[in-house]
């Protein structure tokens, strides 16, 4: 079992940042792949970005390559998304999500957090 915890949203203007975290609770958060989805009002869930569980590998959604970098810390249980140059159409719900399986989208994840709110001013 893994729990996770999301902070780290909040307002910013556009072309500002934000590094948002997720905490993970258990003991095996290393042999999990993680990813960051969000969800804007009145869109479906989307696909952010992914990690490998040992960071090697990312993978990153067009519309944010470039601008945001996933990592994370296997000693600390903790994977952050760090958002650059922020725009409004980033303005969503940001989860983290865990999964025994390497892939992209939202289907197969094993574990989510609740979200933390992210909302970029014009």
């Known amino acids: 079992q893994v729990q996770l915890v999301e902070s780290g949203g909040g307002l910013v203007q556009a072309g500002g940042s934000l590094r948002l975290s997720c905490a993970a609770s258990?003991?095996?958060?290393?042999?999990?792949?993680m990813g960051w989805f969000r969800q804007a009002p009145g869109k479906e869930r989307e696909s952010v970005a992914a990690i490998t569980w040992g960071g090697g590998s990312t993978h990153y959604a067009d519309s944010v390559k470039g601008r945001f970098t996933i990592s994370r810390d296997n000693y600390k249980n903790t994977v952050y998304l760090q958002m650059n140059s922020l725009k409004p159409e980033d303005t969503a719900v940001y989860y983290c999500a865990a999964s025994s399986k390497w892939g992209w989208g939202t289907n197969g994840m094993d574990y989510w957090g609740k979200g933390t709110l992210v909302i970029v001013s014009s």
């Open positions: 258990g003991r095996t958060f290393s042999s999990y792949h």
